[in-house]
């Protein structure tokens, strides 16, 4: 049985790789987008500033995009690692979903990312315009295959679990792809990473304007991120609900922690704006309410209810029960694939297969025959992950969503009607922004991750059993090691950025004074 302690470090490394790879995720998907259509609107004006604005920010999404493809690749690395059972598992479909996503988006994305930059003076404008939007292809196709997997792990449809071989098989690739979550996840994340970029253009080209440097590209650059910042948060604001709906069906343990609910409540249930969760005491120590609001929200209606704690861990009760003589008939069956009364016994009580392994971990010597009713209460409680972190998360991030809205509705009003570059308080404010968006993307994906705890495959496979079996030295020399080089890939990202932004674009052509004052000189 692996070593808990081995269990956390595992999750604590593949935490920090994923916080530190998803700083630059979005404003990879962002800025190839946007870059694209100042691009387009080059080619159709002939305006040599849009050239120039496209090759500057193309710049910084090329540095960006270097650190986040370091970054990825050695966290992809790590489900073989450290997450071998998990690898074994689910290999079959979750490892085809990365195989579609190297071979369709993150190929073409490397492949083409050169001609963007190196290819301005070798191709015609058409040309190139193509390749820059077959980039941007590219990186949005690379998150559309890794977020569906990562649905899979949160709803895992399109695979059936197979008993003798003890693996996740692929049986349904379409139901897989089209899976709610997926669809819903990769619109909602997609959104944010467009809402990140807009931020981060809308706060460089501020830095420019108050020091009235580049001023053609910055105002320019500024009215197009704005308008592109309002329709994106419009949007994530928008898929946000929508995501929550799909989530809320799918795992209401992780939706009953994102509102601290912990007992339950008769419809209109009240929405907690804010309060104090207390996972011992499973009550909340002090809440501020607003009545009627959580039905409203979640279920679109006045009278809808949604499952709290305390009915969510009574429901696993009875599937820990129902669980435990589906894992009974797997062992049976790894040693006598032939035995009828096992497979039949197996196959009344797949559904809850999850729950069976997941009170395993109570049980001496892995011997279910030996669990109490204290055991499966124990294993039910373990079913609601950490509320205090998902609840206040959740609202972290929304509420810089309705600021970032704010924000560009502001901003979109002031470039419109060119008051902008004089406005030095919201050009200030404009520079304070761009961290905003990233902490938001942070705050969803610990919402995600740590809300579907204590399953890395949600009902199927819990994460105590998927681990491989390092020794503690081992994790923890490798959580230092991760947690170094990745701070250096952050600041070696933060450098290069600071550098380029302080240069700025290519000068400016030479105006006519100039080349006259040149002229006279030579």
């Not at 650190?67 to 074994?88: D, H, I, K, P, R």
């Not at 690739?173 to 970029?197: C, E, R």
């Not at 681990?467 to 990745?486: E, N, P, Q, R």
Request: charge should be negative.
């Amino acid at each position: 049985m692996v070593n808990e302690t081995v269990v956390d470090l595992s999750r604590l490394q593949f935490a920090a790789t994923a916080l530190y790879h998803f700083l630059f995720v979005p404003l990879t998907l962002g800025l190839s987008i946007l870059i694209a259509v100042m691009e387009t609107v080059y080619v159709t004006t002939g305006r040599e500033v849009y050239r120039r604005m496209t090759q500057f920010w193309a710049k910084l999404f090329m540095i960006n995009f270097a650190l986040g493809v370091a970054t990825g690749l050695t966290m992809e690395f790590q489900f073989g690692t450290n997450w071998s059972f998990y690898s074994s598992f689910v290999g079959d479909a979750f490892g085809t979903l990365l195989a579609v996503e190297g071979l369709m988006a993150f190929f073409m994305e490397s492949t083409f990312i050169g001609l963007m930059v190196l290819g301005w003076d070798r191709m015609s404008k058409g040309k190139h315009l193509v390749v820059t939007y077959l980039v941007a292809l590219g990186s949005n196709l690379s998150a559309l295959w890794i977020l569906v997997a990562n649905s899979f792990m949160q709803s895992p449809l399109g695979a059936e679990f197979n008993p003798i071989t003890m693996r996740m098989e692929l049986s349904n690739f379409s139901a897989m792809f089209f899976n709610p979550d997926a669809q819903a996840k990769f619109v909602h994340t997609v959104l944010a990473g467009y809402v990140t970029a807009a931020v981060f253009v809308c706060g460089v080209s501020a830095f420019y304007m108050l020091r009235n440097r580049h001023m053609d590209i910055a105002r320019r650059s500024f009215r197009i991120a704005a308008l592109f910042g309002v329709l994106g948060t419009a949007g994530v604001l928008t898929l946000g609900d929508a995501l929550g709906l799909i989530g809320g069906h799918a795992q209401p343990t992780k939706l009953a922690a994102m509102e601290a609910l912990w007992k339950e409540e008769k419809a209109p249930m009240p929405f907690n704006a804010i309060a104090f969760p207390s996972q011992e005491e499973q009550r909340n120590l002090g809440e501020i309410q607003i009545p009627a609001l959580l039905s409203i929200l979640v279920t679109h209606s006045l009278d809808g209810t949604v499952p709290a704690i305390d009915q969510l861990e009574e429901q696993a009760k009875v599937r820990i029960r129902n669980g435990m003589p589906a894992v009974e008939a797997m062992k049976t069956l790894s040693a006598n694939p032939l035995d009828t009364a096992a497979l039949a016994q197996f196959e009344a009580h797949k559904a809850d297969i999850g729950y069976g392994l997941l009170v395993q971990r109570y049980a001496p010597d892995g011997d279910l025959s030996l669990i109490t009713e204290e055991d499966i209460a124990k294993a039910a409680n373990d079913t609601i992950p950490e509320v205090w972190v998902i609840f206040w998360s959740f609202r972290i991030m929304v509420a810089l969503g309705l600021l970032m809205l704010a924000y560009f509705v502001g901003a979109l009003v002031l470039t419109l009607s060119n008051k902008v570059q004089n406005n030095r308080w919201f050009l200030r404010c404009s520079v304070w922004m761009i961290p905003v968006p990233f902490i938001a993307c942070e705050m969803g994906w610990i919402v995600a991750e740590v809300g579907r705890q204590p399953w890395t495959v949600y009902e199927m496979l819990p994460t105590w059993l998927s681990a491989s079996t390092h020794s503690v030295t081992y994790m923890i020399v490798s959580l230092a090691g991760f947690l170094l080089f990745y701070t250096i890939f952050a600041l070696i990202e933060m450098y290069l950025m600071i550098r380029s932004i302080r240069k700025g674009p290519d000068d400016e052509p030479t105006t006519p004074a100039t080349q006259t004052t040149a002229a006279t000189a030579s």
